[in-house]
């Protein structure tokens, strides 16, 4: 797959046209990440207040949104409306269920497993980037009164960089039980020997195998705490 590896062009699904934009861009100080995604999350709660699900909402960078809605803007006004990027967004809802949309959640030290998203996805563009909204439900429902819950967004092979937004990056929605409260945990720092990413080459992630979780040190684990009743 040249620069782009096997797993990143599965990952860009209709995005692979980016490959030549990478190819253009790419210098020894530009190998890993390809893609910023900056994320805000709002966790779902059902009646009973157990977490039932999180609603993503994963802004691109500009150069990724700039490639992806080519072609795109099919009526010529010059803007980007939920009909014409559905595609889009079914194409990367798709693509993304084999990477279990990268967040990895967790039931004390186990891990915990989710469902694809539920209908209601879309792709928005504003301010010259593309957001992907979807709801990602848990296959059971967790009680952070009584279970420790957490939760991190990464790409273990670290193609695509995940950050939280400055603002409001996380918050608790729909019958959050009274007491709870998010605490959000930066990643440790990279050791001397990971500490210059530039140092290392395109040959070192595309090695990376599927059971490798390289980019978990650069993911914020986010912990649902709730005082017990």
């Not at 620069?3 to 692979?16: K, N, S, V, Y």
């Not at 993503?56 to 795109?72: K, L, P, R, Y």
């Not at 918050?171 to 959000?184: D, F, R």
């Amino acid at each position: 797959m040249g620069l782009i590896t096997r797993r990143g062009a599965c990952i860009l699904g209709l995005w692979g046209v980016l490959a030549l934009a990478f190819a253009l861009l790419r210098t020894p100080a530009h190998a890993h990440p390809h893609v910023w995604v900056t994320t805000k999350t709002e966790i779902l709660h059902d009646t009973q207040g157990r977490v039932t699900a999180f609603r993503h909402h994963w802004t691109f960078d500009e150069i990724f949104s700039a490639f992806a809605a080519q072609g795109m803007d099919t009526n010529g006004d010059g803007k980007f409306d939920r009909k014409e990027l559905m595609e889009l967004a079914k194409e990367n809802i798709t693509s993304l269920t084999d990477f279990d949309f990268f967040t990895f959640t967790k039931k004390g030290d186990a891990d915990v497993e989710l469902r694809e998203p539920e209908d209601g996805y879309y792709l928005s563009h504003e301010g010259g980037k593309l957001t992907l909204h979807f709801v990602l439900p848990l296959k059971t429902p967790l009680d952070a009164r009584k279970d420790q819950v957490s939760f991190a967004i990464y790409d273990p092979t670290y193609f695509v960089s995940f950050a939280y937004a400055k603002k409001s990056p996380v918050q608790l929605a729909t019958h959050a039980p009274t007491g709870c409260k998010i605490e959000m945990k930066k990643p440790e720092p990279l050791s001397s020997k990971e500490s210059s990413l530039s140092d290392l080459s395109e040959a070192f992630f595309s090695e990376l195998g599927e059971g490798s979780d390289f980019g978990a040190q650069f993911g914020q684990n986010v912990h649902i705490t709730c005082a017990t009743s």
